[in-house]
Nanobody
């Protein structure tokens, strides 16, 4: 069983920054790829970023380099640093353990002027 708990969501102004955390309870955390997804109201869930066990990162091109994913294996935690936030970044953000297929409960991010 894998449990994931997101935190760090909230409301920020356009252009601001926010860091999301995903605490993962799993014995194989260090070898498990972890991803971030988001879903805005009325829109399909979309992939945001992924980080492999060796730290290699992957991003959705639409982010334009504004987000950074990282992991701290000692803390069993994955982070998503979000800079230059835009209103279209408003969504519920979910972390996802690729192996096994496990989702967190999500954390709300709201960006407004």
């Amino acid at each position: 069983q894998v449990q994931l708990v997101e935190s760090g969501g909230g409301s920020v102004q356009v252009g601001g920054s926010l860091t999301l955390s995903c605490a993962v309870s799993a014995s194989d955390f260090a070898i498990s790829p972890i991803a971030w997804y988001r879903q805005a109201p009325g829109r399909q869930r979309e992939w945001v970023a992924k980080i492999s066990a060796n730290g290699k990162t992957y991003y959705d091109d639409s982010l334009e380099g504004r987000f950074t994913i990282s992991r701290d294996n000692a803390k069993n935690t994955v982070y998503l640093r979000m800079n230059s936030l835009k209103p279209e970044d408003t969504a519920v953000y979910y972390c996802f353990a690729v192996v096994p297929d496990s989702w967190g409960q999500g954390t709300q991010v709201t960006v407004s002027s």
